[in-house]
């Protein structure tokens, strides 16, 4: 059987768990984040802080290279959905 799967999305995503920090600009919040899904247009991440939909976001995300010195992003981002995710520790997180 043929697979009939389109696959929509123009880059490839990498399966990469990475801490990283985004703060909004508008209120300065910022929030601890964790990175599982990685691409050249976007990520996948869980947040301390609830961002609404379309706030935008500086964020600084340290990538390693193996072999060497750590390589420092510094980026702008959108947050383009958000949900509540059930916490069991007591402290609420986002995606």
């Not at 697979?3 to 300065?28: C, L, M, W, Y």
């Not at 990685?38 to 193996?66: F, H, I, K, N």
């Amino acid at each position: 059987m043929k697979n009939t799967t389109v696959e929509r999305r123009a880059h490839a995503r990498f399966p990469k768990t990475i801490d990283f920090q985004g703060t909004s600009p508008d209120s300065g919040a910022t929030a601890q984040m964790v990175a599982s899904d990685l691409s050249l247009g976007g990520v996948y991440c869980t947040s301390t802080a609830d961002y609404p939909e379309m706030t935008r976001l500086s964020v600084s995300m340290t990538l390693p290279d193996g072999e060497g010195p750590n390589s420092t992003l510094d980026l702008d981002a959108v947050v383009v959905r958000r949900k509540k995710l059930n916490s069991s520790t007591g402290r609420p997180r986002f995606e």
